[in-house]
C-alpha cells in the first residue's frame, strides 16, 4: 500500500521541554482518514495551566491538510495520557482503538479519565498487535505506559512507524537503554518493557519513525 501520513500539529508543552504534540492522519482510500492521537484539548483548566500548554483545535489543523473531523472514521490512541487523547471527544463518531490493557490502566490511575471516557465512547479493544485497516497495524509498545501501542504503516517509501510516547525523542530513539533520561521524567513506567519495547522496534528496521514530541523524522 501506498498510504500517505500526515502530521498535525495540535499542542505545545511550555513547562515539559517545550515539546511539540503532534497528531497523525492516514489517508486511507477505503478505511477513511485515520488520526493517530488527538493532543491536549481543554478539559481540564488547571493542567494546562499547571502545563503550560498552548493548544490548537484538533478541526483547524485538519483543516490545513482540506479535512474535517467528519472525514477521520477510526482513531488510534497510542496511549490514554493527556495529551495524545485530549480531543477524541471531538470524534465521537469514530471508534477509539487502544490497548484493553491501556483502558484499564487509565481508568484506575482517574487521571483526566473525562477525556476519553465520556457517554458514548465506542471503544474497539485490542489485545496485543492488530490490524487496523489494510497496511495499518499496530504494535504493542508497553513501557512508557503498561498498554502502550505504536502504529506501523506502509507508504511508498516502505513502513512508517508512528512512535507515539515510546520514545519522546529521535534521540532516545536511537540510543534506547543507553539513552540520558535525566530530563525526560515519565519516559518509562516500566524499564525493562520499555528497552525491549525500543528494541522490538528497531528489529522490524523502519523506513521513517514520526513523534509525538520531536519535529525529527528519522
Ligand atoms: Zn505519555
Same mark, same amino acid.
Given at each position: 500500500m501506498n498510504l500517505e501520513i500526515v502530521r498535525l500539529h495540535l499542542a505545545h508543552i511550555k513547562s515539559f521541554n517545550d515539546i511539540p504534540v503532534h497528531g497523525f492522519v492516514i489517508k486511507h482510500p477505503r478505511a477513511g482518514a485515520i488520526l493517530v492521537d488527538s493532543g491536549v =484539548?481543554?478539559?481540564d483548566e488547571d493542567l494546562i495551566r499547571e502545563w503550560k500548554v498552548v493548544n490548537r483545535h484538533a478541526a483547524d489543523a485538519l483543516a490545513e491538510h482540506d %479535512?474535517?473531523?467528519?472525514?477521520?472514521k477510526i482513531v488510534i490512541n497510542s496511549h490514554l495520557h493527556f495529551d495524545h487523547c485530549g480531543q477524541n471527544a471531538v470524534f465521537k463518531h469514530a471508534p477509539f482503538y487502544v490497548q484493553r490493557g491501556e483502558l484499564d490502566r487509565a481508568r484506575k490511575s482517574g487521571d483526566t479519565i473525562q477525556w476519553f471516557d465520556f457517554a458514548g465512547a465506542r471503544f474497539e479493544l485490542l489485545d496485543g498487535d492488530a490490524e487496523i485497516a489494510d497496511g495499518v497495524r499496530v504494535v504493542a509498545t508497553p513501557g512508557h505506559t503498561s498498554g502502550h501501542q505504536s502504529v506501523l504503516v506502509d507508504t511508498a517509501d516502505g513502513s512508517a512507524v508512528m512512535i507515539g510516547d515510546a520514545a519522546y525523542t529521535a534521540d532516545i530513539y536511537a540510543q534506547a =537503554?543507553?539513552?540520558? %533520561?535525566s530530563k525526560w521524567? =515519565?519516559?518509562?513506567?516500566n524499564r525493562e518493557q520499555w528497552t525491549h519495547s525500543i528494541e522490538r522496534l528497531h528489529g522490524l528496521h523502519p523506513h521513517a519513525v514520526h513523534f509525538c514530541h520531536d519535529a525529527r523524522v528519522v
Open positions: =484539548g481543554w478539559g %479535512l474535517s473531523p467528519a472525514d477521520v =537503554g543507553d539513552a540520558d %533520561l521524567p =515519565g519516559q518509562h513506567e
